[in-house]
Structure formats: structure tokens, C-alpha cells
């Protein structure tokens, strides 16, 4: 079954710097990759994502970039900003619509 | 637009005593998910449903676990008996095709 590995584990960036978090899936046939930001005690809310047949896609200060050939993909966010601080969470699904979540990026922006 | 509605949002209770979650899908999504977050164990999927059928009950810990979707506006997910080991917060999500929205969870403690 699919597998999807998250990196790093934990970030901690100044504010106004960018922030990268990577992922990688073993099964090529995935083709929706979705990014949950989730706050403290709160629901992991839907941020960005993207379809296997786009590259790219930006949303103001963040964007995901996939490179199926690697089956890897990115979370880019740009002058980042101490609300920025969360967990996030990497996912990907096949046609099923059953999501595999990767493990968490603890994401600090120090003022 | 109401989102993804869950009660209740807490539950304490003691081990061996019978829970229920229930979850009010938002309308006009087909999916449905229960999720359990722990943080050994990060996001886990229970089990999904598509147009109310059980797709994928693989998450499912063991017998003590059950879900049943009777309407499309409706799921329950019930523990009996209950163990100190169930303690997590249980997330419903609903969705079209593979985007997924996630209720605000029910935080169940056994003691």
C-alpha cells in the first residue's frame, strides 16, 4: 500500500524567512496531494493541494511543488509569520479518495 | 454553510463503559471518514465511507470498534467496552471525490 514519509520532523524559522517541508509516497499511481495545517487543539484544516497533472501551485505565500518522476512533493511558505506556527501534514490518495498522511512538521516562526 | 459537525466534543469516561461519536457530514458530501490522533500514533484512518457503504474498515483497532453511516447525514462510531488505551481525539471528515474536510473532534479520555 502507499506509504508516505514527512521531513523534517520539526522546523523552526525566523519570522520572514521561507519554510520547506518535504514529502515523499511509494505508489505511483497517487494522484492528489493535498497540505492540512493544524493549530493547537484544532482540526487539521486544508491549506493547499494539487492534482498529478500540475507541477505547481501557489496560494498568496505558499505553494507545493510535485515531481512525480522522484514521487516527492513540497510545501513552500514565504515570509513566514509567528500564525504560521503549526503542525502541518503532507497526504496522498489514489482515485479511492482514502487520504495516507505522512507524519507532522512542527513548524515555530520566532518573532 | 455549517462544516462538519461532531458531538461531543469532549468525553470522559471509565474503562469499560460504551461510547458513542457521532458526526453530521456536510451536505452534499459522499465521503466519509473517521480518524483517530494520538500522539504515538499521529492521524490514523478507522474507516471510510462512500455513499454510506463501508469502503475500508482495515484501521478499525479490533472488535471493540464499530461504525455504522444509516443516512447520508449521519455516523456513529461506538466503543464497547471502552480501554484507558482508546483515549485519543476521534476526527470525523467528510468530502467530494478525495478533498476532505475534518470536524473540530471529539477529545475522549478513559479512565
Known amino acids: 500500500g502507499e506509504n508516505v514519509e514527512q521531513h523534517p520532523s520539526t522546523l523552526s524559522v525566523q519570522e520572514g524567512d521561507s519554510a520547506v517541508i518535504k514529502c515523499t509516497y511509494s505508489?505511483?499511481?497517487?494522484?492528489?496531494f493535498p497540505w492540512y495545517k493544524q493549530e493547537l487543539g484544532k482540526r487539521p484544516q486544508l491549506i493547499i493541494d494539487?492534482?498529478?497533472?500540475?507541477g505547481e501551485k501557489k496560494d498568496q505565500r505558499i505553494a507545493v511543488t510535485l515531481n512525480k518522476t522522484a514521487k516527492h512533493f513540497s510545501l513552500h511558505i514565504t515570509e513566514t509569520q509567528p500564525e504560521d506556527s503549526a503542525v502541518y501534514f503532507c497526504?496522498?490518495?489514489?482515485?479511492?479518495?482514502?487520504?495516507?498522511f505522512g507524519q507532522g512538521t512542527t513548524l515555530q516562526v520566532k518573532p | 454553510d455549517a462544516g462538519v459537525i461532531q458531538s461531543p466534543r469532549h468525553e470522559v469516561t471509565e474503562m469499560g463503559q460504551e461510547v458513542t461519536l457521532r458526526c453530521k457530514p456536510i451536505?452534499?458530501?459522499?465521503?466519509l471518514f473517521w480518524y483517530r490522533q494520538t500522539m504515538m500514533r499521529g492521524l490514523e484512518l478507522l474507516i471510510y465511507?462512500?455513499?454510506?457503504?463501508?469502503?475500508?474498515d482495515s484501521g478499525m483497532p479490533e472488535d471493540r470498534f464499530s461504525a455504522k453511516m444509516p443516512n447520508a447525514s449521519f455516523s456513529t462510531l461506538k466503543i464497547q467496552p471502552s480501554e484507558p488505551r482508546d483515549s485519543a481525539v476521534y476526527f470525523c471528515?467528510?468530502?467530494?471525490?478525495?478533498?476532505?474536510?475534518f470536524g473540530p473532534g471529539t477529545r475522549l479520555l478513559v479512565l
Open positions: 451536505s452534499g458530501h459522499n465521503s
Open positions: 497526504a496522498a490518495s489514489l482515485d479511492t479518495g482514502k487520504l495516507i
Open positions: 505508489d505511483s499511481a497517487s494522484n492528489y
Open positions: 494539487i492534482r498529478s497533472n500540475v
Open positions: 471528515a467528510s468530502g467530494r471525490r478525495e478533498t476532505q474536510y
Open positions: 465511507f462512500n455513499n454510506n457503504v463501508p469502503i475500508d
